[in-house]
């Protein structure tokens, strides 16, 4: 046996290193004593025999609730230390645990049962796929995260699991040294938490299908490049395809920042907003058919925005975004495309270039400029053509310059530019939700 | 010489399967495709063999046609088909992008310069990378089946009202009105605004690169069926006549592991169907903006020929489901997620499921609104902000009507744009 898939850890600053921090509803009477910052209960005592799952004290005090709730044994006279999951409470005195609790006979057990613990550093060796691990609103430093398990997730929370707390009341996990969060497997999720680095990157993914949500990416480092996340999943039909939605990027150096550098090409980028970035979104070796989204960005005061290093091996789809004030180009695609770009629905205002393309062959790559609004753009489109529906109005901003790029009441782009159908086929203004 | 790739064809109700129906604007010519009649018709065409010259002893061709097409219908030694004018030397004669005799002295030739068609199945075989099809608001009973466009040439078919460009909605919108059961079939790197079709329209296997804009679907049978990849469907309608089954849209129906599909649909509308949307396996694909309405599955990824296959990648945002048994089904799907959706009355919500080594699937929810759904995620991981037991999103008039009132509950909570 080992830690049970469904369980979730609980991590907070008041929580202690020696708690358990973890939790599943394995039985009926399960209750999850995780979410505070004292451990429910510490023995000093715990026996087990030889390679035995079964822990006995004279202290005791078990009671049926704890059954789903980790231990941690911390110390103890042939205890193999760790953190072990209670399967069932057998009386007061005795408990049987997920898996053996040291090859010989064991005395003196210290265990401290329940309680989060306080850095999610300290859990990461133990957790299991699908776990979860719930860290609450704080201030976390000294971090390290290599994660070399699949399928682990973490989540930000304020007050109670799942409030999605945004600015500062999204847990800050702040990483020591040159130290970044690296996610070396697939099916990582992180949400709604601060990740400050001083090193090249925020996140580093290098696993498929990989999730970050509502996360603010702030990295320090004084010179040489950074990369806010830096994605290289490998290869594969299947690799790549990581999702990014709603994240910040505060990136500090002398050199280049990218914001999201996608190695794979393949990366769904929504909802995130990158200022004053090198580069917002660099992509690069999508073969494999590979596609890209790239959705409702405010993408401001780069000297590029998105940029296509390579070609664009099947679609990149470009929609619902504001491209405002970038220095050089918005939208750069520097390689011949055997794939399709469709550019629409997009805000493009006082941009060095709207769109580029530098295609040597063919000159018409198929696309779609279509539904945008252009203005004040030295030039709208380089070796791309517009198609039907943009207009060239200005879109009217609240306060572009001050970062408010909220439409006044009477913008063009209010209705008209976001079409859907209908069976009568006709323009639906959408109220977004 | 070959028809050019610059050719723009005209095909309107009142036209003739006979005209030339094509011109050439590069040429420097006049149009005379966009008028119901010919502009000049003769029946004693001649030609020596092999030669590009064509004339006319009646005389009286205009000076400016070049550019424009001669359907050269009949007569002996005359290759049927359409030939490109290059020159009038005088009103006797033409010449044309190629020999229409090739191995005999033509004569008694019957052709027709200008004109639109009234067919486009009269012109699909003839229509080369590059071109444009303009067609004219009103009905067509025809079947067609366009060939492949290149990379940096597609082929376009364009519905307009009263003048090109006019960007037709509703019945305003030409109608291919065939509802034999069979398909219309296309090619890849192609491109089709402002139709309304009552029977699918089907690319077979491996056809990628299609776009399909502001159209509508209103079939017995699919809406469209497409083999590839780069699939864009954008701003169209999907309603099944009759029994709820087949789907509206079905991308990557065959070989999936050769033809990866890849596509986004986005601001459509599906009603009536088995499955709204059906994408096979190893799809990367985008459902945005999208209403489905009354179907048994809203989405399904991978498709039922595909279940042993896994899905990656995909996304559902910013849809609005309606009366449908699933929302969603992702039998067996890595990576994908739903988001910003409202799913109002149904049995399952995001319809998860182990892949058949048993392993749980990966996909997740994040900032929906399920009201009044039974069972709203299946096998779902929530990445936050999802409502389970929300309330009624108040549409304005439900079933006709899918804008939000202003004390909607799902107003200004999904995830959207950060600030500054």
Redesign the interface.
Same mark, same amino acid.
């Given at each position: 046996m080992s830690i049970h898939y469904s369980t979730n850890w609980e991590v907070r600053p008041g929580g202690s290193a020696n708690n358990g921090g973890g939790f599943a509803a394995l039985t009926a009477n399960s209750v999850d004593h995780s979410q505070q910052d004292n451990e429910q209960l510490h023995i000093t005592d715990g026996v087990h025999a030889a390679g035995s799952a079964t822990l006995t004290s004279v202290i005791g005090g078990f009671t049926s609730d704890l059954e789903g709730n980790v231990g941690k044994v911390v110390s103890g006279t042939g205890f193999t230390t760790g953190y072990y999951q209670i399967l069932t409470v057998v009386d007061s005195n005795t408990l049987i645990m997920d898996r053996s609790l040291g090859a010989g006979a064991g005395s003196n057990g210290n265990i401290y049962i329940g309680g989060g613990t306080n850095s999610v550093s300290t859990i990461l060796s133990v957790m299991v796929g699908?776990n979860i691990a719930w860290i609450k609103s704080g201030s976390y430093t000294g971090i390290t995260m290599s994660i070399t398990t699949g399928?682990l997730?973490f989540?930000g929370y304020k007050t109670t699991h799942?409030d999605?707390p945004t600015g500062n009341d999204r847990p800050s996990l702040t990483f020591s040294s040159t130290n970044y969060l690296y996610a070396q497997v697939s099916?990582f999720?992180i =949400?709604?938490v601060i990740i400050i680095g001083a090193g090249s990157y925020g996140i580093r993914m290098d696993g498929?299908?990989c999730?970050v949500? @509502?996360c603010s990416i702030r990295v320090t480092r004084a010179s040489g490049n950074i990369y806010g996340i830096y994605i290289n999943a490998g290869s594969g039909?299947?690799g790549?395809?990581? =999702?990014i939605?709603?994240?910040?990027f505060t990136l500090s150096t002398a050199d280049n920042t990218y914001g999201v550098y996608d190695l794979n090409g @393949?990366a769904?980028v929504?909802?995130?907003?990158f200022?004053g970035l090198t580069r917002a979104i660099y992509r690069t070796y999508a073969t494999y058919?590979?596609?890209s989204?790239t959705?409702?960005?405010?993408i401001?005061n780069c000297t590029n925005g998105i940029v296509f290093g390579s070609a664009i091996a099947?679609?990149a789809?470009i929609?619902d975004n504001?491209f405002y004030n970038n220095s050089n180009y918005a939208v750069w695609s520097a390689s011949n495309?055997?794939?399709?770009l469709?550019v629409?629905n997009n805000i493009f205002l006082s941009n060095e270039v709207g769109i580029r393309c530098d295609y040597s062959?063919?000159?018409?790559?198929?696309h779609?400029v279509d539904y945008n609004c252009f203005y004040d753009n030295d030039t709208d489109c380089v070796n791309i053509s517009k198609d039907?529906?943009n207009i060239t109005l200005d879109p009217k901003f609240t306060d572009p310059a001050g970062?408010?790029?909220s439409l006044q009441s009477d913008s063009p782009c209010l209705k008209g530019l976001?079409?859907?159908?209908?069976?009568?086929?006709?323009?639906?203004?959408?109220?977004?939700? | 010489m070959a028809l050019s790739a610059g050719l723009i064809y005209e095909v309107r109700p009142g036209g003739n399967a006979n005209n030339g129906a094509g011109f050439n604007p590069a040429t420097g010519g006049t149009d005379y495709t966009q008028q119901d009649n010919h502009i000049w018709t003769a029946n004693n065409l001649s030609c020596s063999t092999g030669s590009t010259t064509i004339t006319s002893a009646s005389g009286g061709i205009p000076s400016d046609v070049p550019g424009n097409l001669i359907k050269i219908i009949s007569g002996t030694n005359f290759t049927a088909n359409y030939y490109e004018i290059l020159t009038r030397p005088d009103e006797y004669t033409i010449t044309v992008d190629r020999s229409p005799c090739p191995s005999a002295d033509g004569s008694s030739g019957v052709g027709y310069i200008g004109g639109a068609s009234n067919d486009l199945s009269v012109i699909d075989g003839h229509l080369v990378a590059g071109n444009k099809v303009w067609i004219k608001s009103g009905s067509y009973a025809e079947l067609f089946d366009l060939p492949d466009g290149t990379v940096g040439s597609m082929i376009t078919v364009e519905g307009y009202w009263e003048s090109r460009g006019d960007h037709p909605i509703s019945d305003n919108r030409p109608l291919f009105s065939n509802i034999t059961g069979s398909y219309h079939t296309t090619g890849d790197y192609t491109v089709y605004k402002h139709i309304r079709f009552r029977t699918g329209l089907t690319s077979y296997t491996s056809k990628h690169n299609i776009i399909v804009k502001f159209c509508e679907f209103i079939t017995s049978d699919i809406g469209i069926q497409s083999g590839g990849a780069s699939i864009l469907i954008y701003c169209s309608t999907f309603i099944k006549i009759g029994s709820k089954v087949n789907s509206g849209v079905a991308i990557g129906h065959s070989s999936p592991a050769f033809t990866p599909p890849r596509g986004a649909v986005i601001g459509c509308y599906f009603e009536n169907w088995a499955y709204g949307l059906q994408v096979s396996a190893i799809n990367q694909v985008l459902v945005q903006d999208c209403i489905f309405n009354n179907c048994t599955q809203g989405v399904r990824f991978p498709n039922t020929l595909y279940d042993e296959i896994p899905s990656y990648f995909s996304k559902v945002m910013n849809c609005t489901f309606l009366n449908c048994t699933y929302a969603w089904v992702s039998t067996f799907s890595y990576y994908s997620i739903m988001s910003n959706c409202i799913i109002d009355t149904a049995t399952y919500g995001l319809y998860g499921d182990s892949d058949v080594s048993g392993d749980p699937p990966y996909i997740y929810s994040y900032s929906n609104h399920f009201y009044s759904v039974t069972t709203p995620l299946r096998i779902a991981l929530d990445l936050g902000n999802t409502e389970l037991s929300g309330s009624d999103p108040k549409f304005l008039y439900n079933s006709t009507d899918y804008r939000l009132d202003e004390t909607s509950p799902c107003l200004s909570t999904g995830h959207g744009t950060g600030v500054l």
């Open positions: 699908r399928n997730h989540r799942g999605v099916l999720t =949400s709604h498929t299908g999730v949500c @509502n039909t299947s790549g395809g990581d =999702s939605f709603n994240c910040d @393949n769904d929504i909802g995130c907003v200022d058919n590979r596609s989204n959705i409702g960005n405010i401001a099947n679609y789809l929609k504001v495309p055997p794939g399709s469709w629409l062959s063919p000159t018409n790559v198929p779609q039907d529906y970062g408010d790029f976001r079409p859907i159908g209908f069976y009568t086929g006709e323009f639906m203004d959408v109220q977004s939700q | -």
